[in-house]
């Protein structure tokens, strides 16, 4: 029998439950809704958690559409899933939790007795250091972004290339290898001798479908390739960067992108142009470095030295 929170499920059953995390402010209980999937057969414990971030939907629309299709009397081991992790940001679909304005994934490990986020934190940290690999479902919130995955341990940690591997498997087609800051459960989770990623799955308001496909077959190609389901997946090559510039705007106005999510740009090629309300040009911007256009402002209209694009750097492929 694996139990987690309310929900209890033997050899080759599923249940659904909640994880509960004290209380909201009207005094009742607050549960994270969590699946836990347990496989006919023996076998590893694969962590899934999605909306820890609380207007980061698309790793909901994963989630929803991947548990119905786990049947458990296919399976060898165990999933477990926590559909939303920050309750209180995606009642109000907001991306920090508004209980104690923190993001919460700089809360990890947590602490029981802590403020909200870190309580939360640690309620489901419980859960998923017990399993042998974590995918905590991201995106790049509400502003517009290639899918890629994250892996947040550092290149010099123990369990880097374990990660990365986990990173090739879920196969986006793009990584972004850099050590994340405190707090994040794909940092803390490696110190723990847990292979952990952070699928970032585009960036939109409310859902969207193609990352959503790709997030779930991310999923499955995990759940294959670590031998949790039969079938095999094939692993492929990967461009990863290791760092971001970021670009904001010279000047106020209205921002035009002359590169498009995706592609390669080289230095002194054009980025955005900034024009006035009636389409004189303001400003050009044009990249700094060689790299990959990687993640833009979703709104047009900018203020001087407001962000409005990212383009990753160092980039190779492995
Ligand atoms: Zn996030």
């Keep these: 029998m694996t139990t987690v929170g309310t929900a209890s499920a033997p050899p080759g059953e599923i249940d659904t439950g ?13 549960g994270l809704p969590v699946a836990v999937v347990n496989g006919a057969r023996e076998g590893d414990t694969l962590y899934v958690q999605a909306a820890s971030d609380g ?6 629309g994963v989630v929803q559409r991947v548990v119905p299709q786990l049947d458990p009397a296919e399976l060898a081991g165990t999933v477990v899933v926590v559909g939303i992790v920050n309750y209180h940001g995606f009642l109000v679909a907001q991306h920090r939790n508004p209980i104690d304005d923190t993001k919460l994934n700089r809360a990890f490990p947590g602490n029981p007795n802590g403020s909200s986020s870190e309580r939360i934190a640690a309620a489901t940290y419980d859960v998923a250091s017990e399993a042998d690999l974590i995918l905590d479902l991201h995106q790049g919130s509400t502003s517009r972004m290639i899918d890629e995955v994250r892996v947040r341990c550092g290149r010099r940690h123990r369990l880097h290339r374990e990660c990365l591997e986990l990173a090739k498997t879920f196969g ?9 800051p405190d707090g994040q ?21 409310g859902w969207d479908e193609s990352s959503i496909r790709t997030g779930v077959q991310g999923v499955f190609n995990v759940l294959r390739g670590y031998d949790f389901l039969d079938g095999d997946v094939t692993r492929t090559e990967q461009t990863r960067a290791t760092g971001f510039d970021q670009y904001g705007s010279p000047s106020g106005g209205l921002v035009r992108f002359r590169a498009d999510l995706g592609d390669e740009v080289g230095v002194g090629d054009t980025l955005f142009e900034v024009t006035d309300l009636f389409g004189g040009l303001k400003s050009r911007v044009a990249a700094e470095s060689q790299g990959i256009f990687w993640r833009s402002r979703r709104l047009p209209q900018v203020a ?12 190779d492929t492995y």
């Design 18 to 30: 909640r994880i509960e995390v004290g209380e909201a402010r009207d005094g009742s209980g607050v």
């Design 55 to 60: 207007d980061e939907l698309n790793g909901v």
């Design 172 to 180: 986006c087609g793009y990584v972004l290898d850099q050590k994340g």
């Design 185 to 205: 459960l794909a940092r803390v989770a490696p110190d723990d001798g847990i292979p952990t990623i952070d699928p970032e799955l585009g960036g939109a308001v």
């Design 304 to 315: 001087s030295g407001e962000y409005v694009c990212s383009v990753a750097t160092n980039v």
